[in-house]
């Protein structure tokens, strides 16, 4: 791992954990062994690290999805749902700090002032949004889900398992105990009128 890569890691817990304000370059420094003069020479100051970590974060998640989708072969709409659901969580508890850095309002404030900001933030969740709303799409054509409004529906569905994600990330409740009823409430929402009596 390059100096570079320890100082982002290390930031990223540090931001998650204490949030932007609260976090020192001091600590920072201490808890790398970097010299804060060092870290500034890649980083420039402490909103450009945020926004470097913000954009790591971005390009990983981004990332992950598109392997993921890539690779993934559904046998419909519904399936791919599913598995979307199954692998948002299963991503947000592998990257716990920066799940946790996205859910503090320190991203979001920032995003009122800067447009880089924003854009990071709305690429994050534009990207799984649109996921979801190509499993609509595919489970539309295929009869498995009925006509629904895409997009909408999309940012509902990524609502519901973010609400949950959010659960966990702030330790308020196990998210992963309401897996099962998170999958049945997604399918009956979507499931055509004439194929939900013989649901599972």
Not at 1 to 5: A, D, P
Not at 192 to 195: A, S, V
């Given at each position: 791992?390059?100096?570079?890569?320890a100082i982002l890691q290390a930031a990223t817990h540090l931001f998650s954990q204490k949030g932007f304000r609260n976090t020192s370059m001091g600590e920072l420094s201490r808890l790398t062994g970097?010299?804060?003069?060092?870290i500034f020479y890649h980083f420039k100051n402490k909103k450009g690290l945020f926004l470097a970590?913000?954009?790591a974060i971005k390009t990983d998640i981004l990332e992950q999805f598109d392997r993921y989708t890539t690779e993934m072969r559904f046998e419909n709409g519904m399936e791919m749902i599913e598995g979307i659901v199954t692998f948002y969580l299963h991503m947000a508890g592998s990257m716990e700090d920066r799940f946790l850095l996205l859910h503090r309002h320190d991203a979001y404030e920032m995003a009122m002032e800067n447009?880089?900001?924003r854009g990071h933030l709305e690429a994050i969740f534009t990207s799984v949004v649109d996921v979801f709303e190509r499993a609509l799409l595919l489970g539309q054509k295929d009869g498995s889900i009925e006509k629904t409004q895409g997009k909408k529906?999309?940012?509902i569905l990524f609502s519901m398992v973010d609400g949950l994600v959010r659960l966990d990330t702030f330790k308020l409740y196990h998210g992963g105990s309401l897996y099962d009823e998170l999958i049945t409430s997604c399918r009956r929402m979507l499931q055509?009128?004439?194929?939900k009596g013989c649901s599972s």
């Open positions: 791992m390059s100096r570079k890569e970097v010299a804060q003069g060092t970590i913000l954009e447009a880089v900001f529906t999309a940012f055509r009128q004439d194929t």
